[in-house]
């Protein structure tokens, strides 16, 4: 599989029914590598938006080709182990995938020399004296002046240090240490009662987004799920932004009118 994402543009997109083709073929003969292939193409503009908004967010060492190859490697694999048995939409599970193999090849690479990486950490080292110490987060100076360096140089160690970290990394290394995300306490933590509301509105919800055209509900988990502008979505899949506006706006009020109707059908049973 060709990795160069620079034409994402000229693939040209099928239609929802043609799309639904080629994963029936791709399940039926999950050996062939030309209808692998071909699904990768038509969901390629996914690579593109995550190596988008991931390489924003790193030092310049990592180059677009490197992390768009990462990418790619991401998606290839959720093609391959994708199952309509997950019970989750391709795109959301690709997304999942992509980013995740970008962060974790990043993480697996140090571009650093030994040397600076051994500062960093008597730098972090010193951090976490002081902090018990004092019983606070310590100043540049503060460290500076516990390792006899100049302030300047703490600073320089702290921007040099590259490494990636997932909140889905855990805390430990046997198979019962908690991930990082879980330790973050939600200060908007909802009751009992709340949490089964919700989830009754999530279900409702899914079932409508279900219920949507293919095109609508991608722009939809696009636009909600990962935050993608309407211009953003416009240029992934090819669409002019006021195009995806008013399909944004249509899939609004066909949501409202699903949902309306779910709430009837649920006060109808009630009155029964």
């Known amino acids: 599989m060709d990795q160069d994402t620079s034409s994402y543009n000229k693939i040209k997109r099928v ?10 073929r791709y399940f039926d003969n999950h050996d062939n590598k030309e209808y692998r292939d071909a699904l990768i193409l038509q969901y390629i503009y996914l690579t593109k938006y995550v190596v988008g908004r991931v390489k924003v967010s790193l030092p310049p060492t990592f180059s677009f080709e490197d992390i768009s190859s990462y990418g790619v490697e991401g998606l290839i694999d959720a093609v391959e182990k994708f199952s309509p048995k997950m019970g989750a939409r391709f795109e959301t599970y690709a997304l999942v995938r992509i980013r995740g193999n970008i962060i974790d090849k990043i993480r697996s690479q140090d571009f650093l020399p030994r040397s600076v990486r051994r500062k960093i950490k008597d730098v972090k080292e010193a951090q976490e004296e002081l902090k018990a110490k004092f019983g606070r987060n310590a100043t540049n100076s503060e460290i500076a002046n516990y390792l006899g360096i100049e302030k300047e140089k703490v600073e320089q160690l702290l921007s040099d240090d590259t490494t990636v970290t997932s909140i889905y990394e855990k805390k430990g290394s046997s198979d019962g240490d908690i991930e990082i995300i ?32 293919e095109r609508e509900r991608t722009i939809m988990v696009l636009y909600y799920h990962e935050n993608m502008t309407l211009k953003e979505i416009g240029e992934a899949i090819n669409v002019s932004e006021s195009r995806i506006s008013q399909l944004h706006a249509q899939a609004i009020m066909k949501l409202k009118n699903l949902l309306s109707e779910n709430r009837s059908e649920r006060l109808k049973r009630s009155i029964i």
């Open 182 to 213: 879980d330790t973050i306490q939600d200060s908007r933590a909802l009751n009992p009662h709340e949490k089964l509301e919700e989830k009754d509105v999530k279900k409702e919800l899914e079932d409508a987004l279900k219920r949507l055209p």
């Open 15 to 24: 239609t929802n029914e043609e799309l639904a083709e080629m994963w029936q």
